[in-house]
């Protein structure tokens, strides 16, 4: 099935809901209407039982998505910027709340509010010519969508400080080993980069997977006591799931497991 937006391509296949920024022409920037579109197809694909995994990319081959669309950010007043950051941070908390794997297909340049989309998905895969980096500071603003936060969170405080404070671009090697990527490939192999992932996710039970999701997004904001106490209810409820006895049984029978997803 494939519905069509005015900004995005929200096509649904073979399990993969796919959500492509489609404003080629201005790098994919964001402007609201359509991070609104983006909203409603991850909702969709939320709702939607077929949907095992969501992608996200960018259409043409320049970019995922250069950031906020810098026209619009202007127009707006501060009192709008403020609502439009309560809103969007609420966004793109959905992402990672949303209990099915979102991988971020990365395809060129990937920067401020693009990068902050990238980091609130639970993968990202990039081809080699990718640029990633929070050029807020360039424009006299800082990050309004997570990138002083989930940054940090993912490299650390040396490196997020660096891109934050510099605003430079680094190269998907770089990035890579900061630790934000899980893979760099030449930009021919990303589509099979991708299938690999989403092949080896289909195999596996997709509420196990909404689980590890909550635990692990869950848990870091906790102390780790809280956090491990947490794991102990994440796994009480993954043991009482039917795929739990077929996989347990399944590996003592020398068998693929067949899960259903309960
Ligand atoms: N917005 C709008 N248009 C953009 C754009 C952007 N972010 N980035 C590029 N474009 C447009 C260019 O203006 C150009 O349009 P025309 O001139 O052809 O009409 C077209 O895309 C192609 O770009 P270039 O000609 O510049 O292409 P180059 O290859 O020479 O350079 C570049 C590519 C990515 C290095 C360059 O375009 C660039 O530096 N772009 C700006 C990148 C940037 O600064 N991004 C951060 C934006 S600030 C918030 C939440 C989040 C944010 C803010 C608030 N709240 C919730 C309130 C996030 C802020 C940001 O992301």
């Known amino acids: 099935m494939t ?8 096509e649904k296949k073979d399990g993969v809901a796919t959500i492509t920024l489609n404003r080629p022409k201005v790098l994919n920037a964001l ?7 983006i909203w409603d197809a991850l909702q969709d694909a939320e709702a939607d039982e077929s949907v095992r995994v969501i992608v996200i990319t960018g259409a043409g081959d320049k970019a995922f998505s250069a950031g906020a669309d810098i026209p619009e950010l202007l127009e707006k007043s501060p009192f709008e910027a ?6 969007l941070k609420d966004v793109l908390r959905y992402m990672e709340r949303l209990q099915k794997p979102i991988i971020a297909k990365i395809n060129g340049f990937c920067l401020g509010g693009g990068l902050e989309l990238a980091m609130a998905c639970d993968f990202r895969i990039a081809s080699t010519n990718s640029r990633f980096g929070q050029p ?7 990050p309004g969508a997570g990138g002083t936060q989930r940054l940090t969170r993912l490299i650390g405080r040396t490196k997020s400080m ?18 934000l990527l899980n ?14 992932l989403i092949k080896s996710l289909m ?4 509420a196990t997977l909404g689980i590890i999701k909550l635990a692990v997004n869950k848990g870091i904001e906790m102390p780790l006591e809280e956090a491990l106490f947490y794991e102990a209810e994440c796994f009480g409820i993954a043991r009482s799931l039917e795929d739990a006895v077929e996989g347990l049984k399944a590996f003592l029978e020398k068998r693929r497991p067949e899960f259903k997803g309960k």
């Open 203 to 206: 195999a596996k039970s997709a």
């Open 3 to 10: 519905e069509h937006y005015e900004l995005i391509i929200y």
């Open 82 to 87: 403020r609502t439009y950051s309560i809103w």
């Open 136 to 142: 807020e500071v360039n424009l006299g603003i800082i």
């Open 162 to 179: 660096e891109l934050n404070m510099t605003g430079e671009h680094y190269t998907a090697e770089e990035m890579y080993q900061f630790g």
């Open 31 to 37: 402007n609201s209407s359509i991070l609104k579109e």
């Open 183 to 196: 893979k760099v490939v030449p930009p021919e192999e990303l589509d099979n980069a991708t299938n690999k």
